[in-house]
């Protein structure tokens, strides 16, 4: 019997830092909520902007460009086409702790999303996944009918590298879970260790969740997305997640609630009320896992780690790309059929202020609102069990500290090529309690997706954004007392402004950052770029 442990990383996909119960959200979490009881609850653990960047770092335990996620798939500018780091796909340059288990003797498993690559070459069979059951894209109807995200991109599903069909009774996470448990019962034999991978793509949009579990959340948001903001920061605050913190504005694109005639109320009550749903489901189906784990003797030798990939959806989703005509021509998006299938609808701006709360803005944009989530470590023999810790860590610690306690090391060379090393830090030392902390007070983490750029060194952090995100130009905060970045101290400090400029240039230079000569992302005003 081999007796190193068992891992099992679960990914939510578009969750919002303030959604979870444990921190004080109105959705109904219990067993994210136990877990986070017995584990260590990091509150300040940051990810990439957006879902193909962090799951790169996840996989191979480096910065999103020696990965090839520099930019999502398809959205290079013409400077940055055909150089490496801007790929839109898992490189070669990385190896993936997938890969390193699986060669070290574990089964390899995952299900739901992958977004790391389209073609059979790129799949995760080729990055060490022994089974593995995936939509190959960003994601699609969480129901049976396999509707794409966007027109003329189909939604593909594979299992163990080929195309399969969904059945007709499919729902997402509970299919992804049992798929997972299926690999599980099938592995169990050999009394082999198992790293698993639970990718879920919920609570993405569209926002699609079984009726019974929808309308467990009738009525709850009636009050709007303003006072659900504001009630979400005080609980933090009562809770001391975060200091006294002022209420993030509004942003400017969004409109008060109490401006909304009554049936436009109804309309965006009822899309929160799905996304509530979205999470309440996720959550049974990880305590599904949880409960099997629990029933076949392996949960106490079992490392688990849960976050999100990055902060909740802002976008207008409507008009992005060519859905401003596909959408109102192709799907039933009346009261009624909301959350069904045949439906396609988002959160928007407005409630995901309220999801990133106390943060600032959300997905894709790198404001704490769309890289910072909290997550949980869960492990036996955890030094600081049930604590929150505010000491910070990052989805690049994953890898690192897996292939430590699996007593497996990362290579330079891998399968006869050079490969990046590793630019996180294994955090096993501070899960047992050796340490306080995973890294030094002055531990830098960059960003750059579609050229929104940002450095955090220890608790200052410079953000370049676009406009209207942010002013075109260098603004730096001090995460310590201002965790919402309200008030830019650039001109107020000027020796940290300049430090932590040169920690971006020494990021650039490292990482072969190439900034685009525009805003490559969808926006999240009128969904153009």
Same mark, same amino acid.
């Given at each position: 019997?081999?007796?190193?442990?068992?891992?099992?990383?679960?990914?939510?996909?578009?969750?919002?830092?303030?959604?979870?119960?444990?921190?004080?959200?109105?959705?109904?979490?219990?067993?994210?909520?136990?877990?986070?009881?017995?584990?260590?609850?990091?509150?300040?653990?940051?990810?990439?902007?957006?879902?193909?960047?962090?799951?790169?770092?996840? %996989?191979?335990?480096?910065?999103?460009?020696?990965?090839?996620?520099?930019?999502?798939?398809?959205?290079?500018?013409? $400077?940055?086409?055909?150089?490496?780091?801007?790929?839109?796909?898992?490189?070669?340059?990385?190896?993936?702790?997938?890969?390193?288990?699986?060669?070290?003797?574990?089964?390899?498993?995952?299900?739901?999303?992958?977004?790391?690559?389209?073609?059979?070459?790129?799949?995760?069979?080729?990055?060490?996944?022994? +089974?593995?059951?995936?939509?190959?894209?960003?994601?699609?109807?969480?129901?049976?009918?396999?509707?794409?995200?966007?027109?003329?991109?189909?939604?593909?599903?594979?299992?163990?590298?080929?195309?399969?069909?969904?059945?007709?009774?499919?729902?997402?996470?509970?299919?992804?879970?049992?798929?997972?448990?299926?690999? &599980?019962?099938? =592995?169990?034999?050999?009394?082999?260790?198992?790293?698993?991978?639970?990718?879920?793509?919920?609570?993405?949009?569209?926002?699609?969740?079984?009726?019974?579990?929808?309308?467990?959340?009738?009525?709850?948001?009636?009050?709007?997305?303003?006072?659900?903001?504001? +009630?979400?920061?005080? $609980? %933090?605050?009562?809770? #001391?997640?975060?200091?006294?913190?002022?209420?993030?504005?509004?942003?400017?694109?969004?409109?008060?609630?109490?401006?909304?005639?009554?049936?436009?109320?109804?309309?965006?009550?009822?899309?929160?009320?799905?996304?509530?749903?979205?999470?309440?489901?996720?959550?049974?189906?990880?305590?599904?896992?949880?409960?099997?784990?629990?029933?076949?003797?392996?949960?106490?030798?079992?490392?688990?780690?849960?976050?999100?990939?990055?902060?909740?959806?802002?976008?207008?989703?409507?008009?992005?790309?060519?859905?401003?005509? *596909?959408?109102?021509?192709?799907?039933?998006?009346?009261?009624?059929?909301?959350?069904?299938?045949?439906?396609?609808?988002?959160?928007?701006?407005?409630?995901?202020?309220?999801?990133?709360?106390?943060?600032?803005?959300?997905?894709?944009?790198?404001?704490?609102?769309?890289?910072?989530?909290?997550?949980?470590?869960?492990?036996?023999?955890?030094?600081?069990?049930? #604590?929150?810790? /505010?000491?910070?860590?990052?989805? +690049?610690?994953?890898?690192?500290?897996?292939?430590?306690?699996?007593?497996?090391?990362?290579?330079?060379?891998?399968? =006869?090529?050079?490969?990046?090393?590793m630019q996180g830090k294994s955090m096993v030392s501070f899960l047992? =309690?050796?340490?306080?902390?995973?890294?030094?007070?002055?531990?830098?983490?960059?960003?750059? &997706?579609?050229?929104?750029?940002?450095? %955090? +060194?220890?608790?200052?952090?410079?953000?370049?954004? *676009?406009?209207?995100?942010?002013?075109?130009r260098w603004e730096l905060f001090d995460l310590s007392s201002d965790?919402?970045?309200?008030? /830019?101290?650039?001109?107020?400090?000027?020796?940290? %402004?300049?430090?932590?400029?040169?920690?971006?240039?020494?990021?650039?230079?490292?990482?072969?950052?190439?900034?685009?000569?525009?805003?490559?992302?969808?926006?999240?005003? /009128? =969904?153009?770029?």
């Amino acid at each position: 019997m081999d007796e190193r442990p068992n891992f099992l990383i679960i990914l939510a996909d578009d969750l919002g830092y303030s959604d979870l119960g444990f921190l004080g959200s109105e959705i109904r979490t219990p067993n994210i909520d136990a877990l986070a009881a017995e584990g260590v609850i990091l509150t300040n653990y940051h990810v990439g902007p957006s879902c193909s960047p962090t799951r790169a770092m996840l %996989l191979s335990g480096t910065d999103t460009h020696p990965a090839g996620l520099g930019t999502m798939a398809g959205d290079a500018d013409e $400077n940055q086409e055909g150089h490496p780091g801007y790929e839109g796909y898992l490189s070669d340059r990385v190896v993936t702790v997938s890969s390193l288990l699986r060669d070290a003797g574990y089964h390899t498993y995952m299900a739901g999303k992958w977004h790391l690559g389209m073609t059979l070459e790129l799949s995760p069979e080729r990055r060490g996944f022994e +089974k593995a059951f995936v939509t190959i894209a960003g994601g699609a109807s969480h129901f049976g009918d396999a509707t794409p995200l966007m027109d003329g991109y189909p939604a593909i599903y594979r299992e163990n590298g080929t195309e399969v069909s969904i059945p007709e009774d499919f729902y997402s996470t509970d299919y992804y879970t049992d798929k997972l448990i299926e690999y &599980l019962e099938d =592995g169990s034999e050999d009394g082999q260790p198992f790293f698993v991978y639970a990718a879920y793509t919920a609570p993405h949009w569209p926002l699609q969740a079984p009726e019974d579990y929808i309308d467990r959340y009738r009525g709850v948001y009636d009050d709007g997305y303003d006072t659900l903001r504001a +009630k979400r920061v005080q $609980n %933090l605050i009562d809770g #001391h997640v975060v200091p006294e913190v002022p209420v993030p504005d509004r942003v400017d694109w969004v409109p008060a609630w109490d401006s909304l005639d009554e049936e436009e109320k109804r309309f965006e009550a009822r899309r929160m009320e799905i996304y509530a749903a979205m999470v309440e489901n996720l959550d049974d189906n990880i305590g599904r896992l949880l409960d099997y784990l629990k029933r076949t003797g392996q949960y106490e030798n079992t490392v688990i780690i849960f976050s999100s990939d990055n902060g909740a959806e802002g976008g207008n989703i409507g008009t992005m790309y060519e859905n401003e005509d *596909w959408i109102p021509t192709r799907f039933d998006n009346r009261y009624e059929n909301m959350g069904r299938i045949g439906s396609y609808v988002w959160t928007g701006p407005a409630w995901a202020q309220a999801q990133s709360a106390p943060f600032r803005l959300f997905k894709t944009l790198t404001t704490e609102g769309g890289t910072r989530t909290p997550a949980i470590v869960r492990l036996s023999g955890l030094a600081h069990r049930g #604590h929150r810790m /505010d000491t910070f860590a990052s989805v +690049k610690d994953v890898a690192p500290t897996l292939l430590e306690l699996a007593g497996v090391e990362h290579p330079s060379v891998y399968d =006869g090529r050079e490969v990046a090393p590793m630019q996180g830090k294994s955090m096993v030392s501070f899960l047992s =309690g050796e340490t306080d902390s995973i890294h030094d007070d002055d531990a830098v983490m960059g960003w750059e &997706l579609f050229g929104r750029r940002g450095i %955090l +060194k220890g608790h200052w952090k410079l953000l370049w954004l *676009w406009e209207p995100y942010g002013m075109e130009r260098w603004e730096l905060f001090d995460l310590s007392s201002d965790p919402s970045e309200s008030r /830019d101290l650039s001109e107020e400090a000027p020796e940290k %402004l300049a430090e932590l400029l040169r920690a971006w240039e020494d990021y650039v230079r490292e990482n072969d950052v190439i900034l685009p000569a525009r805003d490559m992302g969808y926006g999240l005003v /009128d =969904g153009t770029r």
